[in-house]
Nanobody, 128 residues
Framework: QVQVEESGGGLVQPGGSLRLSCVAS????????MAWFRQATGEARTFVAA????????AYADSVKGRFTISRERAKNTVYLQMNSLKREDTAVYYC?????????????????????WGQGTQVTVSS
């Protein structure tokens, strides 16, 4: 049975940092491409970052480039999102998504409809 579970969300002040974790369980989950999306209240779910199964390729939304870093530990089937210099507009529920082989072409990474497996989300609130 496939499961995707996020953790690490919380309340942080503007300018602060948080690290989100995502554990994917499933026989082949270490071979998945993985991504983070976010959804603010009343808005659509939007792409944040993605990483290839090997960790050798990444992509970021323009709004988070230079502040967020996606990484993975394949041995632990875990993907991380390090978030620095957080802004109020980063407030959202953050979702982890998985894409097993055959993989999406990278131009499809940016749309949530193409990812196969999803977690329940973790709330990130940036507020003073």
């Amino acid at each position: 049975q496939v499961q995707v579970e996020e953790s690490g969300g919380g309340l942080v002040q503007p300018g602060g940092s948080l690290r989100l974790s995502c554990v994917a369980s499933g026989r082949t989950s270490s071979t998945w491409a993985m991504a983070w999306f976010r959804q603010a209240t009343g808005e659509a779910r939007t792409f944040v970052a993605a990483i290839t199964w090997s960790g050798g390729g990444t992509a970021y939304a323009d709004s988070v480039k230079g502040r967020f870093t996606i990484s993975r530990e394949r041995a632990k089937n875990t993907v991380y999102l390090q978030m620095n210099s957080l802004k109020r507009e980063d407030t959202a529920v953050y979702y982890c998504a998985g894409d097993p082989p055959p993989y999406l072409i990278r131009s499809s990474w940016y749309s949530s409809e193409h990812w196969d497996y999803w977690g329940q989300g973790t709330q990130v609130t940036v507020s003073s």
